[in-house]
């Protein structure tokens, strides 16, 4: 099959005035951190998910990072979260000293098991990473509540659910803090990117200062002091004003580039959701209260064999498709810190039958007519 009949599993998208701000930002004299489409972008995440600081950083990753030192993660503190994650989750509170407690995740919505949630508290306990698979809510008020019981904090890592909401708020909005990411996979990108949303006014200062190397720089800059130093722990998490230039862009078209994904997304579970039923394979579960951001569209096979099956089918037909996180407790770090098989059994059993189609701005009718054809003609 030739290059060009080949759909990949995602497309960096251009939708709008990317090149033209990215131009002006270089015109403008300011490419380094903290320019005024920064500012921008800021406004909008502040806006869109209604918290009082959001702070652009270099990856979700580095916002995670920041969550850490911000809340003061030391050798020996415990942090719960889902095995099914990304590794990037994991390594921020790691990094810091801390000990991962690895709770399973709903068969439902593959989002961290609330339920078993209070039998993993310790008196080392000091907080919960809730991962928003796909951007469908965890159960925040049921999370909120047990962890309000201990004093152990809540953070968000929302890397997938810029939009969503549970109970008609948005994500993102519940934790103390929630970590946001723009790579080049999610909603809305500048190929690297993310941003630390806060929600307790009592960590903006330090928060400005940690993304600051460890300086009181923004202080500086506001005319608050007369010098900047070095005041705290700290690092360079800002990203440059031109991918500011290249987010603000997709911010703008934010409605198009949603409703867009929302079609595609329709689509697949529209034209896929009688085979299914046949082949037992299940789509994504939605539960209601949620409103989803339509990041991802999955499907889940009988078995490793059948999902390993249908990956190469499909590219096969010329389609990539692919797996997703492989449980963190079994990796290498995971098992040198005592995790075993067996630990978290319906993580282990998701990550082996879990399949993604490609789910991107620029995919067209013509593709989604292809790719869910080819997924039809797969026995289970
Ligand atoms: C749940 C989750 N958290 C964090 C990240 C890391 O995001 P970034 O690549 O922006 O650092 C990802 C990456 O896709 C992710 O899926």
Same mark, same amino acid.
């Given at each position: 099959m030739?290059?060009e009949n080949?759909?990949?599993?995602?497309?960096?998208?251009?939708?709008?005035?990317e090149?033209?701000?990215?131009?002006?930002?270089?015109?403008?004299g300011?490419?380094s951190?903290?320019?005024?489409f920064t500012?921008?972008?800021q406004?909008?995440?502040?806006r869109?998910?209604?918290?009082?600081?959001?702070?652009?950083t270099?990856?979700?990753t580095?916002?995670?990072?920041m969550?850490?030192?911000?809340?003061?993660?030391?050798?020996g503190?415990?942090?719960?979260?889902?095995?099914?994650?990304?590794?990037?989750t994991?390594?921020a509170?790691?990094?810091?000293g801390?000990?991962?407690?690895?709770?399973?995740i709903?068969?439902?919505?593959?989002?961290?098991?609330?339920?078993?949630?209070?039998?993993l508290?310790?008196p080392?306990?000091?907080?919960?990473?809730?991962?928003h698979y796909?951007?469908?809510?965890?159960r925040?008020?049921?999370?909120?509540?047990?962890?309000? +019981?201990?004093?152990?904090?809540?953070?968000e890592d929302?890397?997938? !659910?810029?939009?969503? #909401? &549970?109970?008609?708020?948005? $994500? %993102?909005?519940?934790?103390?803090m929630?970590?946001?990411?723009?790579?080049e996979?999610?909603?809305?990108?500048?190929g690297e990117?993310g941003?630390?949303?806060?929600n307790?006014?009592?960590?903006?200062?330090?928060?400005?200062?940690? +993304?600051e190397?460890g300086?009181?720089?923004?202080?500086?800059?506001? !005319?608050q002091?007369? #010098? &900047?130093?070095?005041v705290d $722990? %700290?690092?360079?998490?800002?990203?440059?004003?031109?991918l500011?230039?290249?987010?603000?862009?997709q911010?703008e078209k934010?409605?198009?580039i949603?409703?867009?994904?929302r079609?595609?997304?329709?689509?697949?579970?529209e034209r896929?959701?009688?085979w299914?039923?046949?082949?037992?394979?299940?789509?994504?579960?939605?539960?209601?209260?949620?409103e989803?951001p339509?990041?991802?569209?999955y499907?889940?096979?009988?078995?490793?064999?059948h999902?390993?099956e249908?990956?190469?089918?499909?590219q096969?037909r010329?389609v990539?498709s692919?797996?997703?996180?492989?449980?963190?407790?079994l990796?290498?770090m995971?098992?040198?810190?005592g995790?075993k098989?067996?630990d978290?059994?319906?993580?282990e059993?998701t990550s082996?039958?879990l399949?993604?189609?490609?789910?991107y701005y620029?995919l067209s009718e013509q593709d989604l007519?292809?790719?869910?054809a080819a997924v039809r003609?797969f026995?289970?």
């Amino acid at each position: 099959m030739s290059q060009e009949n080949k759909i990949p599993f995602n497309r960096a998208s251009v939708v709008g005035r990317e090149y033209e701000y990215m131009a002006l930002a270089v015109a403008q004299g300011h490419i380094s951190g903290d320019g005024p489409f920064t500012m921008k972008c800021q406004e909008f995440l502040q806006r869109q998910v209604g918290v009082p600081k959001a702070l652009l950083t270099t990856s979700c990753t580095h916002a995670l990072d920041m969550m850490a030192l911000l809340l003061d993660i030391k050798l020996g503190d415990e942090v719960i979260l889902p095995s099914f994650t990304f590794v990037s989750t994991v390594n921020a509170f790691v990094l810091r000293g801390a000990k991962p407690v690895f709770a399973d995740i709903r068969p439902d919505t593959l989002n961290l098991d609330d339920r078993i949630l209070e039998s993993l508290f310790t008196p080392k306990t000091r907080a919960i990473v809730a991962v928003h698979y796909a951007g469908v809510a965890c159960r925040m008020d049921a999370i909120i509540e047990s962890a309000g +019981r201990y004093g152990i904090a809540v953070v968000e890592d929302n890397a997938h !659910g810029l939009f969503a #909401k &549970y109970r008609g708020k948005p $994500l %993102g909005s519940f934790g103390c803090m929630a970590a946001q990411s723009f790579h080049e996979t999610k909603n809305l990108t500048c190929g690297e990117g993310g941003a630390l949303l806060i929600n307790d006014d009592r960590l903006i200062e330090r928060a400005e200062i940690i +993304r600051e190397k460890g300086t009181n720089r923004s202080r500086f800059f506001r !005319g608050q002091v007369d #010098k &900047y130093t070095w005041v705290d $722990l %700290g690092s360079s998490f800002l990203p440059s004003d031109i991918l500011a230039a290249y987010l603000l862009a997709q911010m703008e078209k934010a409605a198009d580039i949603q409703a867009k994904r929302r079609s595609i997304w329709n689509f697949y579970y529209e034209r896929l959701k009688e085979w299914a039923g046949s082949e037992k394979v299940a789509l994504p579960f939605v539960p209601e209260g949620c409103e989803q951001p339509y990041h991802l569209f999955y499907l889940l096979l009988p078995s490793l064999q059948h999902r390993n099956e249908m990956i190469a089918h499909l590219q096969s037909r010329g389609v990539r498709s692919t797996f997703h996180y492989v449980p963190l407790h079994l990796s290498d770090m995971g098992r040198r810190f005592g995790w075993k098989d067996g630990d978290c059994p319906v993580t282990e059993s998701t990550s082996d039958r879990l399949l993604r189609l490609p789910l991107y701005y620029s995919l067209s009718e013509q593709d989604l007519t292809r790719i869910v054809a080819a997924v039809r003609e797969f026995r289970c």
